[in-house]
Antibody, heavy 117, light 109 residues
Framework: EAQLLESGGGLVQPGGSLILSCEAS????????MTWVRQAPGQGLEWVSS????????YYADSVKGRFTISRDNSRNTLFVQMNSLRAEDTAVYFC??????????WGQGTMVTVSS | QSALTQPRSVSGSPGQSVTISCTGT?????????VSWYQHHPGKAPKLMIF???KRPSGVPDRFSGSKSGNTASLTISGLQADDEADYYC?????????FGGGTKLTVL
């Protein structure tokens, strides 16, 4: 069964950095496009970033461009997002998901990131 | 990258049908046949219910259907059941990005 498991969330001060991980099982992560989606408290889902399965092209929402970097380690079957210059508005549950073009068929349970002093 | 517009809430009685709309622009909903819908029970992982406007993943009952006209997509749920109560989000491809709707809370009365 294909599964995704996020980790790395926590409390970080404004301006700080955090790396989230998403370990895949039951499928080969490098064969698919992968995506990060977040949900701020009481808010809706927001697409954050995607990485292409074919050529590893990366794509970012305007709200995180220049601050977040998506990547993957094929040997560990793991997706990452490096988050720098964190702001209060980045506080959210971060989900990783398998898929592209808005079609995400496998989701993790999410990891909470809180940006606060 | 403005969020797609969905009604904040809809409701219906068991057995009835409800339709949730999702309005975007020609740069997203109207420009691509890549609209998907997600069911989200708070605290759980979102679940893909419809993709490519009207296709259902394996295991999703045919009570769920999708359509699109111009810049507006719609999700129709027929034969409402209690466990359909959840938040529903549309999502559209938009070229180099993707955009979600603001979400609709479905209440089964």
């Amino acid at each position: 069964e294909a599964q995704l498991l996020e980790s790395g969330g926590g409390l970080v001060q404004p301006g700080g950095s955090l790396i989230l991980s998403c370990e895949a099982s039951g499928f080969t992560l490098s064969s698919y496009s992968m995506t990060w989606v977040r949900q701020a408290p009481g808010q809706g889902l927001e697409w954050v970033s995607s990485i292409s399965g074919s050529d590893s092209s990366t794509y970012y929402a305007d709200s995180v461009k220049g601050r977040f970097t998506i990547s993957r380690d094929n040997s560990r079957n793991t997706l990452f997002v490096q988050m720098n210059s964190l702001r209060a508005e980045d506080t959210a549950v971060y989900f990783c998901a398998k898929g592209s073009r808005g079609v995400y068929d496998i989701w993790g349970q999410g990891t909470m990131v809180t940006v606060s002093s | 990258q403005s969020a797609l517009t969905q009604p904040r809430s809809v409701s219906g009685s068991p057995g009835q049908s409800v339709t949730i709309s999702c309005t975007g622009t020609s740069s997203d909903v109207g420009g691509y046949n890549y609209v998907s819908w997600y069911q989200h029970h708070p605290g759980k992982a979102p679940k893909l219910m419809i993709f490519d406007v009207s296709k259902r993943p394996s295991g999703v009952p045919d009570r769920f259907s999708g359509s699109k006209s111009g810049n507006t997509a719609s999700l129709t749920i027929s034969g409402l059941q209690a466990d359909d109560e959840a938040d529903y989000y549309c999502c559209s491809h938009a070229g180099v990005s993707n955009v979600f709707g603001g979400g609709t809370k479905l209440t089964v009365l």
